[in-house]
């Protein structure tokens, strides 16, 4: 056939494997070769393997221990992080609090992922008068100060681990719907869109299936900068005393013990919890850069 | 020693880039000269290494991954490769300038015209500001921009794309430099366009006793600017001569290949030749088959006794252009502005003009990708503009569109064979997957694609092959109409070539309908039974393709008709 004629110069040999790379693939391949985000990555994982093990009761069994006896003991070589006014071991506590955290991070992460993106795709695929509503109704929501509606929030529901994610995912989902709404704009009108419309395809297909994996890079970015938001808010609200209920072990509550114990000259509860609070967000924040660089295809070629 | 008659000697230059898969050799120690005050047309396709030399004399090699390995770079006995960076930046935009494809992008959009023009010219020339905006308004008015003093003061969205090469144009000559590097500087420009700047950069090599350096994937293109030739394949020289000798007594198959792979507009043949006619994959000649090649175009009837498969009866689509501040619409642009067309069955009609003449926006509106603001369109009996979103989506597997830029219209996550895929799951046609897989592979195949392939990803094809799975999956719903969007512009000569000859194929094969969208009159009189003629929105001719091309009445027509590149140089034809 004719056609085959013309093949000679679309050298097929040329094309190694048959299997192709996708630019997931791609991207996860270079994000292998930086060392810093691997780095990062073993430490998140860390924290969630001993966050796993507290749960399980079968790391720092001790941390609800109380022994009066034992109150304000400084750091030393029974208790490396010193204990609480409890008698707690701070060590434990801080330890546990890991759980809280990355419950809140996660939960709260993922829910504001989730708003953000359906209400971005539909505001910015659709358009007109659905776009408007939508940024009308996220530019209110967004004049209201953030800590208003957690408290706000808090009381009505009442305080709890639930009741922070929930308040967490429910404020922070308006960044990343701007983001969202901008990338569908942008690819609405790309020709891969329009050729996928000629083809006969409908708008669910032509937003999950088409315009979706094409901005999910920016969801993977903005949920684990979201991780990190979530975490430090939680540790903010408990400190104000919107968090956790008492008694949960976390760290905005060792926090907030310590503003008084400070004054006695009690640093370790302070000091735990921020070394806690610093390793993980540190973590998070390289791995995050990290992850965009990987994942942005305008710097492919670095 | 260096000849004192060469500006620019390139010896033994070798350039590498190192990528993933292993160290790519893009130039191979190519050896050329550019004399003084004349014109060298460096041609290849993409790929061959043509604008990785141009960037070497400028020393704009990204490093990492690019490294020059070896050779020299002389301009004017001094070997560029061994300067700093400092006196580096003295020589780029001073004597050494360039212009580059996309006139869009090469200008900062934040600035007047005006405002970079003189930017160069306070940094080399140390001009004051007040100096050197009026220069640069004198500059401007040397390269043909109308209205040079308001036009000063525009920014460049607000140029079209012609004027706005012409700023380029600007810029690099602002310091008289001694060698113009122009970088495929009227590929994105329509013809028309194209042959203005020609004639532009002809008139100020003149003027000013420039050496040109003109990279092009079009041997057309150069045949009247060019004094030498060099041409590029696969990152070596395969011949370098004369523009006399390269057109009239070329050596190496490709080429041959390539002159003869444009289409002309004074020759009828069936198919075009292609490349690989001259040349076997190894670059070793091939004997030409004289009988494939001297087929001529048997001008295939047509006439109103044919069965119509579409009429296009008054369509409009006007654009609300500015809304008042309580949402009244006050002008609009009438992109498409009563256009009435029959296309007939089996035939393939032409639809040609220059960008903003409505022809993309025509096209879509036939599909209803873009709504019509009015008229009706009538696909073998039925008014499409009245069907509901189902019936439509029914409708959609008869007609399909191939687009322009074959990067842009494939989904980038998608693999190969999940894009040919998808329309067969929409249609529902084929029982499962592996009957579906069985199909893309046959269409794979039929485009001239191994169906291993179906695997990989569109970044991993290059352009003419992404075209070719673009027309696969246009017909995986089986269609019998497809509009072409300019789905060969985009391409260098050569792919458009076997790209042209594919659609001819598939056309007989199948009995596909075509609407073939360009602005090169050229190729749609290659392709096309019959020629619309579109300006400003409206159809001004209407004739078949002999016709339009032996009698143009519009002067549009007649204009279009003479921009084209003849292929040849003026004194030799």
Same mark, same amino acid.
């Given at each position: ?47 969630? =393997?001993?966050a796993?093990?507290c749960a ?7 941390y609800n ?19 609480d006014?409890f008698?707690r071991?701070v060590?434990a506590r801080a330890a546990h609090g890991t759980i809280t955290s990355l419950i809140v991070g996660f939960f709260g992460a993922?829910l ?19 776009? /408007? ?14 800590i208003?509606?957690v408290v706000?929030f808090s009381f009505v529901v009442g305080p709890g681990l639930s009741t922070l994610c929930l308040a967490i995912g429910l404020t ?58 979530a975490v430090k808010s939680e540790v903010i609200l408990s400190y104000l005393g919107l968090g956790v209920a008492a008694g949960t072990p976390s760290w905005g509550m060792m926090i907030s013990d310590a503003k008084?114990?400070?004054?006695? /000259?009690?640093?370790?509860g302070?000091?735990a919890a921020?070394?806690f609070m610093?390793?993980l ?22 | ?62 490093? #990492? ?47 007047? $015209? ?76 329509? =013809? ?35 004094? /030498?030739? =060099? ?43 292609? $490349? ?65 067309? *029959? ?79 998808? #329309?067969?799951?929409?249609? *529902? ?101 019959? $020629? ?17 091309? /032996? ?23």
């Open positions: 056939m004719s056609t085959v004629a013309t093949q000679n110069f679309v050298p097929v040999a040329e094309l190694k494997a048959a299997k192709g790379r996708s630019l997931w693939q791609d991207a996860f391949r270079r994000l292998r070769h930086e060392k810093v985000a691997m780095i990062s990555l073993a430490i998140i994982i860390a924290y969630l =393997v001993m796993a093990l399980a009761g079968l790391l720092f069994t001790n221990v109380t022994d009066h006896g034992a109150a304000y003991l400084p750091p030393g070589a029974g208790h490396w992080m010193g204990t006014i008698g071991d060590m993922a504001a992922v989730v708003i953000g993106t359906v209400m971005g795709a539909i505001s910015g695929y659709f358009g007109g008068v659905i776009d /408007e509503l939508i940024v009308w109704f996220y530019t209110t929501v967004d004049t209201i100060p953030y208003l509606l706000a922070s989902w308006i960044g990343h719907c701007r983001i969202v709404r901008s990338e569908f704009m942008k690819h609405r009108d790309r020709e891969y869109v329009h050729g996928a419309t000629a083809l006969g395809a409908g708008h669910a297909r032509r937003i999950f299936v088409h315009i979706l994996p094409n901005v999910f890079h920016l969801v993977l970015i903005n949920f684990s900068l979201g991780f990190v938001t008084l114990e400070l004054a006695r /000259e009690v640093w370790w302070l000091a921020t070394f610093f390793f967000v540190l973590a998070f924040t390289l791995f995050n850069d990290a992850l965009r660089d990987a994942l942005d295809p305008k710097l492919k070629s670095r | 020693m260096a000849d004192k008659n060469n500006i620019i000697e390139v010896r033994n230059l070798s350039v590498e880039f190192r990528t993933d898969e292993g160290t790519v050799r893009a130039v191979k120690n190519i050896s050329f000269n550019i004399p003084r005050g004349k014109t060298v047309g460096l041609v290849g396709e993409s790929g061959s290494g043509k604008s990785v030399t141009s960037l070497a004399a400028m020393r704009l090699i990204p490093n #990492p991954p690019g490294k020059i390995t070896s050779g020299e770079i002389l301009l004017d006995g001094k070997d560029l490769l061994k300067l700093t960076e400092g006196q580096m930046r003295d020589i780029r935009g001073n004597q050494i300038s360039m212009i580059f494809q996309e006139p869009m992008t090469s200008l900062n959009p934040v600035f007047t $015209v005006g405002d970079q023009i003189a930017e160069t010219l306070m940094l080399h020339q140390k001009l004051s500001k007040t100096a050197a905006l009026a220069k640069s308004l004198d500059l401007m008015t040397q390269v043909g921009i109308p209205n040079p003093s308001e036009r000063i003061k525009s920014y460049p969205h607000e140029l079209s794309g012609g004027q706005r090469q012409r700023v380029m144009i600007a810029m690099a000559i602002a310091c008289e430099p001694d060698v113009l590097i122009a970088d495929e500087p009227t590929t994105a420009l329509d =013809v028309t366009i194209q042959k203005q700047i020609l004639d532009l950069l002809a008139d100020l090599q003149k003027k000013y006793q420039m050496s040109i350096l003109f990279i092009t994937h079009d041997l057309g293109v150069i045949a009247d600017i060019a004094d /030498e030739v =060099v041409v590029m394949y696969r990152g070596d020289i395969v011949e370098k001569g004369t523009t006399e000798q390269i057109f009239t007594k070329p050596q190496h198959p490709y080429t041959k290949g390539l002159l003869a792979c444009r289409p002309s507009l004074d020759s009828n043949p069936r198919r075009l030749p292609v $490349v690989s006619d001259f040349m076997n994959a190894e670059g070793q000649e091939r004997p030409l088959d004289v009988t494939v090649m001297k087929q001529q175009k048997q001008n295939r009837v047509v006439s109103d006794a044919q069965t119509t498969l579409l009429q296009i009866q008054n369509v409009k689509k006007h654009f609300p252009l500015k809304k008042g501040f309580f949402g009244g619409v006050q002008s609009w642009v009438k992109a498409v502005d009563d256009v009435t067309l *029959n296309v007939r069955k089996g035939r393939t009609l032409g639809l040609v003009g220059e960008s903003g003449c409505g022809k993309t926006t025509l096209g879509r509106t036939i599909l209803r990708l873009i709504e019509p603001t009015a008229g009706s369109i009538i696909y073998n009996g039925t008014d499409i503009t009245k069907l509901d979103r189902e019936a439509m989506r029914a409708m959609r597997r008869k007609m399909q569109i191939i687009f322009q830029d074959p990067y842009a219209s494939l989904n980038p996550r998608m693999t190969v064979g999940a894009a040919l895929m998808e #329309p067969m799951i929409i249609h *529902n046609l084929g029982n499962g997957r592996n009957e579906r897989l069985e199909m893309a592979g046959e269409l794979m195949k039929r485009v001239g694609l191994d169906r291993a392939m179906l695997n990989r990803y569109p970044h991993e094809f290059s352009g003419g092959q992404r075209q070719r799975i673009c027309i696969a999956r246009a017909l995986a719903v089986k269609p019998e109409f497809i509009i072409c969007d300019e789905s060969v512009s985009a391409l260098d000569v050569s792919i458009q070539a076997q790209i042209l000859n594919l659609l001819l194929d598939l056309q007989e094969e199948m009995h596909l309908t075509y609407v073939f969208i360009s602005h090169d009159l050229a190729v749609v009189k290659f392709i096309s039974d019959e $020629v619309a003629v579109m300006y400003n929105g409206k159809v001004v001719e209407m004739n078949d393709a002999v016709g339009i091309y /032996e009698a143009p009445q519009h002067d549009y027509t007649k204009k279009l008709l003479s921009a084209i590149p003849k292929g040849m140089p003026k004194h030799l034809s």
